[in-house]
Antibody, heavy 122, light 108 residues
């Protein structure tokens, strides 16, 4: 079945980097953008960025521009989010979610990963 | 970026109708999506394209859009509907996603 499987929890120190993976299965990887959304404990959903697996093109929310890199390995249908210069306030659950390329307006994010907890602690 | 305006909380008795709003200037001209998030779980799409339901979502869930407010309506509310609900839209002019702040639905 259609699934996004994310990597396990991470604990990092302030200033370090983290790389989270999201492995797609059950559908054509190149047909859907991969989005990243984060949620701090008790807080709402915050969109981080999107990546087109075909072209590698990406877009970011202003708050994450320059600190987040989105990449993919098409041979393994895996997307990656790397965040650098981690701060305490980056502690959150990070979700990946797919959205149809060219159809975002119509269909939203219809499949989500299970989430990856990133904890920034000294 | 900006955030769509949702009430922080809505309460409703079982069997009644819950309405959760999402405010944005001229939202009636946009496609709005809604997500349900139960505690400890990933969000689930419950309404897309303002009023369409994905397969598997009960008919009790419906969506509408008027001028500056989009509305998620849950009819015959059940205890299992207690969750956080988020509205969302795709800003095609800026190629970015926008979420609402979320609404906690409490079933009394």
């Amino acid at each position: 079945q259609v699934q996004l499987l994310q990597s396990g929890a991470e604990v990092k120190k302030p200033g370090a980097s983290v790389k989270v993976s999201c492995k797609a299965s059950g559908y054509t990887f190149s047909s859907y953008d991969i989005n990243w959304v984060r949620q701090a404990s008790g807080q709402g959903l915050v969109w981080v960025g999107w990546m087109n697996p075909n072209t590698g093109n990406a877009g970011f929310a202003q708050n994450f521009q320059g600190r987040v890199t989105l990449t993919r390995n098409s041979s393994t249908s895996t997307a990656y989010m790397e965040m650098t210069s981690l701060r305490f306030e980056d502690t959150a659950v990070y979700y990946c979610a797919r959205a149809g390329i060219g159809y975002q307006y119509y269909y939203g994010m219809d499949v989500w990963g299970q989430g990856t907890t990133v904890t920034v602690s000294s | 970026s900006y955030v769509l305006t949702q009430p922080p909380s809505v309460s409703v008795a079982p069997g009644k109708t819950a309405r959760i709003t999402c405010g944005e200037n001229n939202i009636s001209s946009k496609s709005v999506h809604w997500y349900q998030q139960r505690p400890g779980q990933a969000p689930v799409l419950v309404i897309y394209y303002t009023s369409d339901r994905p397969s598997g979502i009960p008919e009790r869930f419906s969506g509408s859009n008027s001028e500056n407010t989009a509305t998620l309506t849950i009819s015959r509310v059940e205890a299992g509907d207690e969750a956080d609900y988020y509205c969302q839209l795709w800003d095609s002019g800026k190629n970015l996603w926008v979420f609402g702040g979320g609404t906690k639905l409490t079933v009394l």
